[in-house]
């Protein structure tokens, strides 16, 4: 289903865990396996803050939605960096203009309400979980020290001009290597990105307080009713779509 | 306005939709934002006696047309639900049942007793068929269900609905269901299904199986409610499996369903399971029929124009 991006958008507010948007893509940009596309969406539905996610679905796609964070949102746009490798994700990388997105949320804790504030931070990024890092740290550059984003090819640079990025395709740089030169004792880590990735940093930094990862399970309802993406903490069974998806390296002793 | 009350198990329900046991959780985040009067029930997460941690990660795969699931009754166990959910869920302005298993009928009956006290909890769902828990799928064999059914009805007062699987001999698990005392069943559970990682060549699921729901199942599930319908003309059936729209509420019902149940359409769109009963009374409408028990089995005495 297509329609003119102009047209009135159109949202069933049913309360603030169930605001659902018809939204429109408007625009994207495909490089190296990514895409940076923008969604138009309700003016009505919350805005989302770092750390937070949508759940999207095409009419004619997969009929259990998957849950993006995002990379910016602004009221009535919300933009996002996806690797092209899932079903509705490639869905997303070809759909023409104008296509019809199905949006619910915004879910999730922001990731500022889990953080010691009293720390600054190295925002870690491997792929498109660089995405919800670039949305904190241009809402929160009190917490922000420094980055350390990293992609596989150089052409993801042309998704995100002016990003600070190692590319491993160039120099062998990787995201952690950067997280290596530029942590220091003092500094918190914030990191988002593949397991193996969030895995080496658990376990670099075991001994370090304020260290967060950004967990990513299959979201099922995206409420907090399902127990599909929880994930044993030391304070129990917590729920990757409600309590996180950032927690302390220190709660989830099992990812080191 | 069509009539949509239904009258079972000596309750009445505002209308058919019913929140099947599990995405709902205890109904606690969506009676946040929706007003659940707008739906004929809330079925629980099933309850064990002991709080349980369900399965590691992950516990959910993505099928075609569905998902395999694999929680594995993670839930908080009785005390906590007497103590902390029960007090919440009894001021829902809907029926309330309460979903329940146990590892040996006399623990069934222990919990079932415990429930039946309880103010607020309309009917006990008795989940026989869960397939991801070790050894209490106990529904592939008649004799079992027999017991564990007997189990909860020697310790109950409370109308019971079996949960029962769709597969195997399905028909023989209904009538011991019914011969040990059910009210009814509720047709059917996820079915068991498995997927298995292309690069390294092992099962997504740390237990292999999971279960399978959504719109895949959902022809499956209408057959084995066809035919449990046509085997037990008078007894109560909740249809669920794999329903999403009106459309598969519509054919539940013909095909014999009292109530209906919607389990992955909650995960996947909520707004649109909150939307049904309002959906239906409009199909009704248009089409000049009263109520809707005029719809109930129909496909079995000659279609919807038949009265």
């Excluded at chain 1, 127990?227 to 309590?243: A, D, F």
């Excluded at chain 2, 011991?176 to 559970?189: F, K, M, P, R, T």
Aim: net charge neutral; aromatic share 6%.
């Amino acid at each position: 289903m297509k329609r003119d991006s102009s047209e009135a958008l159109t949202a069933a507010h049913e309360g603030p865990f169930f605001s659902a948007s018809n939204g429109c893509l408007e625009s994207r940009a495909v490089a190296g396996g990514y895409a940076r596309i923008t969604l138009g969406v309700d003016r009505g539905l919350a805005a989302p803050r770092p750390g937070q996610f949508v759940l999207l679905r095409l009419w004619e796609g997969p009929a259990l939605p998957r849950a993006f964070s995002v990379l910016a949102a602004e009221p009535g746009r919300l933009e996002f960096l996806l690797k092209l490798d899932g079903a509705l994700r490639e869905a997303l990388g070809r759909a023409a203009m104008g296509t019809e997105v199905v949006v619910r949320g915004p879910y999730g804790t922001p990731y500022e309400s889990r953080l010691n504030h009293d720390r600054r931070y190295v925002l870690a990024g491997g792929g498109s979980g660089i995405a919800p890092l670039l949305h904190f740290a241009a809402a929160h550059p009190e917490l922000t020290e420094a980055v350390a984003f990293g992609v596989r090819g150089r052409d993801v640079r042309d998704l995100l001009p002016g990003v600070d990025l190692a590319v491993e395709e160039e120099g062998g740089e990787t995201a952690d290597d950067r997280l290596r030169k530029r942590w220091k004792s003092g500094l918190g880590v914030l990191a988002c990105g593949p397991e193996p990735m969030l895995r080496g940093i658990a376990r670099r930094y075991a001994e370090e307080p304020d260290m967060y990862v950004s967990l990513e399970t299959r979201i099922g309802c995206g409420f907090g009713a399902c127990q599909g993406c929880s994930v044993e903490t030391r304070s129990g069974m917590q729920r990757v779509c409600r309590e996180g998806p950032l927690f302390a390296c220190s709660e989830v002793p099992w990812l080191r | 306005m069509a009539a949509l009350t239904v009258r079972v198990l000596g309750l009445e329900f505002r209308n058919p939709v019913v929140l099947a046991s599990g995405p709902a959780g205890f109904g606690l985040e969506l009676a946040e934002s929706f007003d659940l009067s707008r739906v004929g029930a809330l079925t629980t997460k099933t309850v064990t006696l002991e709080p349980r941690r369900g399965n590691p990660q992950p516990r959910l795969v993505d099928a075609p047309c569905g998902v395999l699931n694999s929680i594995g009754l993670q839930n908080p166990g009785c005390d906590a639900l007497q103590e902390d959910l029960l007090p919440q869920i009894r001021t829902f302005p809907t029926r309330r049942i309460v979903s329940i298993a146990g590892r040996s009928p006399e623990e069934l009956a222990a919990l079932a007793a415990r429930l039946s006290g309880e103010p607020g909890v309309d009917a006990l769902e008795v989940n026989l068929s869960c397939p991801n828990v070790r050894g209490e799928t106990v529904a592939d064999d008649p004799e079992s269900v027999r017991a564990f059914v007997r189990g909860a009805r020697s310790a109950s007062t409370r109308p019971i609905l079996a949960k029962l699987p769709g597969e195997g001999r399905y028909l023989d698990l209904v009538e011991a269901a019914l011969s040990a005392g059910a009210d009814g069943v509720a047709l059917i559970n996820a079915l068991r299904g498995m997927r298995i990682h292309t690069e390294t060549g092992l099962p997504l699921l740390d237990r292999q199986v999971g279960g399978l729901c959504g719109p895949a199942i959902f022809p499956i599930a209408l057959h084995r409610v066809f035919e449990a319908r046509k085997a037990f003309p008078e007894t109560v059936i909740v249809g669920t499996g794999g329903v999403s729209d009106l459309r598969g509420a519509l054919e539940m019902l013909y095909a014999g369903a009292d109530l209906v149940g919607f389990g992955f359409a909650v995960m996947a769109d909520p707004n649109s399971v909150f939307r049904l009963a309002r959906e239906l009374d409009e199909w009704l409408t248009q089409r000049g029929i009263s109520d809707v028990k005029e719809l109930r089995g129909a496909a079995h005495r000659g279609g919807a124009h038949v009265r």
